[in-house]
């Protein structure tokens, strides 16, 4: 006789099981001290720093809330304007200049030649040398008394007489930090580079000459298009910084002449320190954060973008 095959019982499949108390409590006390560490050292400043600007708040005094008359007052402040002007002067030169040359740097010591990683040492030791001591190093140099740059342009023929290089002029004043800068940081922002151009594979490059493309077609739709997140990381660095400058121009300009190397973190100190006006820093303060996170939005929305359309 011929059996009937069995009719086949779904087996039930058991729902996914939700995760436990105990592992969302351990989970929570994972991230309990860093969820503490951002709320003491970052918002409970920053909630003080945008109630301080709501307020006329001395150094010594009693606090009078007078919102928004910080604010207000910073549009009519010819100093803030002035120091606004020549911050985004001064991002937009050394951005250019400072990628310009990284990226630069990173595409010359790309490839494991002889000597390559003596180059990568050498450009990168600069890095290693604090902002303010870097600042003090190239007051000395630059000093019209005591400094060996004037004796050896002039000892060249290239110089006639002794220039004051950071407090001739503004144009002196502004280039002198400028190379600081760049000096500074150039090596740092190529070993960024260099772990971007180092992470694209050499088969895409291989496969590319292998259809005829030439080296600046290379560089145009191959390395710049993978480069874009180690780029868009090293533009907001560079945008970051340069926004926020203090120490360059503190030490080796003091600001001057007559301000003209004033930047915006110095208005922010001056008005803290100096006039002892906390509620103006603050309200300085929270402009510039605002700035800052929207040139950031800005950056982090363009880059998102163009992977949604490449992914397209």
Do not use: C
């Not at 020549?86 to 002889?114: E, H, S």
């Not at 990168?124 to 342009?153: H, K, R, T, Y």
């Amino acid at each position: 006789m011929l059996r009937r095959p069995r009719a086949e019982v779904p087996v039930p499949v058991p729902p996914a099981r939700r995760p436990s108390r105990r592992r969302a409590w351990l989970g929570a006390a994972y991230a309990a001290p860093t969820a503490l560490v951002v709320t003491l050292l970052f918002l409970v400043p920053l909630g003080l720093v945008v109630w301080m600007s709501l307020h006329h708040w001395p150094l010594l005094g009693e606090p009078e809330f007078n919102a928004p008359a910080n604010y207000t007052a910073m549009t009519g402040d010819a100093l803030v304007r002035s120091a606004v002007w020549f911050t985004l002067k001064y991002t937009v030169v050394v951005t250019v200049l400072l990628f310009m040359l990284a990226f630069g740097l990173a595409l010359l010591v790309q490839r494991a030649r002889p000597g390559a990683g003596f180059f990568r040492t050498a450009f990168f030791l600069p890095a290693a040398v604090g902002f303010a001591s870097a600042s003090l190093l190239f007051l000395g140099l630059l000093s019209d008394e005591i400094g060996p740059v004037n004796d050896a342009l002039a000892a060249t023929g290239l110089l006639d007489g002794y220039v004051s290089w950071t407090s001739g002029s503004a144009n002196t004043a502004l280039g002198s930090a400028i190379l600081l800068v760049l000096w500074r940081f150039a090596g740092f922002n190529m070993l960024i580079l260099l772990t971007g151009l180092q992470a694209i594979p050499l088969e895409v490059y291989e496969a590319a000459r292998m259809d005829g493309a030439g080296r600046l077609q290379i560089f145009r739709r191959i390395t710049l298009p993978l480069m874009r997140p180690t780029i868009a990381l090293v533009l907001t660095l560079m945008v970051t910084g340069s926004l926020l400058a203090f120490d360059q121009f503190w030490i080796l300009t003091r600001g001057g002449p007559d301000n003209s190397t004033t930047s915006l973190v110095m208005v922010i100190y001056r008005a803290a320190f100096i006039d002892l006006d906390l509620g103006s820093a603050a309200a300085v303060s929270v402009a510039l954060l605002g700035v800052l996170v929207l040139v950031s939005l800005v950056q982090l929305g363009v880059l998102r973008r163009r992977s949604r359309q490449e992914s397209a």
